[in-house]
């Protein structure tokens, strides 16, 4: 039980929320939520996306701001039976996700800057904690019962929430080599914070002693302990509650590439670097100290590793007719070579996104667009816990692009990411007698909405 309720407090903390160990964001303008494959672009996001691609540019500057706004949930229910509630929902909310973008075009030569969260970006709140954390408590009932004590309910209040931001900062200088030919080098600085804060409090049960006046109505568990000369246990059960927050900065060199062989046809590769990342610890708050002395389990200033992968993007944009082009965007992250204190070894596979999109415009200055996107995570035992997990998913994007004049556009764009359900068995003990297998299943949903306004000064 002491074990179990360790290991609650535990995972309160020690596991980043940034979208899961898989903390890289590919949804870096409104023109992704519009055709979702922008491997290939020559907009203002090229940026991002295929800086090599910023020489097709006009000459002069070219700015843009997008804003995303994005509604996540992620559910997680547990069949273990001796738990109040089975379902336990984290809301994200992200209502402000924003891009700028800055180019300068002389010539053969495009220097830009591009801001935006490469990695996290939303506050999770779970409400009601996690499976995780309640697991343990909820076998207090069984365990006092067992100690000639019948008791036969439970109860606490538990929450988590954690924020996530990882701001990037990117600067590219490209290079037209020919009218077929042209490279980008760049770099990324990464700005990475993440905030945890949560507690276990109000440990209640409903013991019969009428030794001590104990007729079933329900009182604290550390009370009860205490009561019995348990002070170990009494001590344990006691309000627990911790309060972090790691921060750490890292650099990310990217190479382009793009080829134009033929009207019409663009080619373009993007590699970008691991990002190495070494999160340090700023705790405020840590009540594990009295289990774990004299530092508790988040010592301040200790640190872990939370690295971005490197990424290798490939792109094809082909003209089908002029007013009619079709995108496909290929994107691999190197997950198995990253450094996440260990966690990178229960990736089976490395995760990509495959994404086909299509774009016609109605008139010269409207111009709609649609996008299809697969998302594949192969993952061996393990990986996936309530507190960190990631999903296979398929995303349907939409959205159009309105040219109010030469030097003005807006993007308008949609997502749905409709996510595949996952889950695992986890073996569930009281103390050293093994209650069984049972399955926690995952899911999650999320919907997004984007605007974004461009700007070309002559």
């Known amino acids: 039980m002491k074990k179990a309720i360790v290991l609650a407090l535990a995972v309160l903390v020690s596991v980043p929320l940034a979208f899961s160990a898989i903390i890289t964001n590919t949804n870096q303008s409104v023109g992704y939520f519009r055709l979702l494959a922008r491997n290939a672009s020559l907009d203002i996001d090229a940026v991002y996306y295929n800086p090599a691609g910023l020489v097709k540019l006009s000459d002069g500057f070219h700015l843009a701001l997008h804003n ?78 067992l100690m000639g004590l019948p008791t036969t309910k439970y109860s606490t209040d538990i929450n988590f929430n954690g924020n996530s931001l990882y701001l990037g900062f990117q600067v590219n200088a490209s290079y037209a ?124 200033g200790a640190k872990t590793h939370n690295d971005i992968p490197a990424l290798l993007a490939l792109g094809v944009s082909y003209a089908i007719i002029p007013e009619l082009r079709a995108h496909v965007s290929y994107t691999l992250t190197f997950d198995k070579n990253a450094n996440w204190d260990g966690r990178e070894k229960l990736v089976d596979s490395n995760a990509y996104d495959l994404a086909f999109g299509l774009e016609f415009d109605l008139i010269k200055s409207l111009t709609i667009s649609a996008g299809y996107m697969r998302t594949s995570y192969h993952f061996l035992p393990g990986y996936q816990t309530d507190m960190s997990y990631a999903l296979p998913a398929t995303t349907i994007g939409a959205g159009l692009l309105w040219k109010m004049n030469d030097q003005f556009s807006v993007d308008l764009g949609l997502i749905n990411v409709n996510y595949d359900a996952d889950q695992k068995s986890i073996p569930y003990f009281l103390g050293a007698i093994p209650l069984g297998n049972f399955l926690e299943h995952y899911k999650e949903t999320t919907l997004g909405i984007g605007v974004g306004i461009n700007y070309h000064i002559k």
């Not at 001796?82 to 002389?106: Q, T």
């Not at 190495?276 to 610890?281: M, Q, S």
């Open 68 to 145: 995303q706004t994005i509604w996540q949930d992620k559910t997680i229910t547990n069949d273990f039976p001796m738990l109040n509630a089975h379902e336990y929902v984290g809301k994200i909310r992200v209502p402000f996700f924003p891009n700028f973008y800055a180019v300068y075009k002389s010539g053969p030569l495009a220097l830009s800057f591009g801001f935006g969260p490469n990695g996290g970006g939303g506050k999770a709140d779970y409400a009601t904690g996690l499976p995780e954390f309640e697991t343990g408590i909820s076998g207090l009932p069984t365990m006092l019962s």
């Open 177 to 300: 080599l020919s009218d077929m030919f042209s490279v980008a080098v760049g770099v990324r600085y990464i700005s990475a914070e993440n905030t945890y804060s949560g507690a276990i409090a109000n440990v209640m049960v409903n013991p019969v002693f009428p030794a001590f006046g104990l007729t079933g109505q329900m009182i604290p568990a550390a009370q009860l302990f205490a009561m019995i000369g348990q002070p170990g246990y009494a001590a344990l059960f006691a309000n627990k509650s911790v309060d972090v927050e790691q921060s750490g900065t890292g650099f990310t060199p990217i190479l382009g590439f793009m080829a134009t062989p033929m009207e019409g046809l663009v080619l373009t590769l993007r590699y970008e670097f691991n990002t190495k990342l070494e999160l340090t610890n700023k705790t405020t708050q840590d009540d594990t100290k009295a289990l774990y002395p004299p530092s508790g389990l988040f010592p301040d």
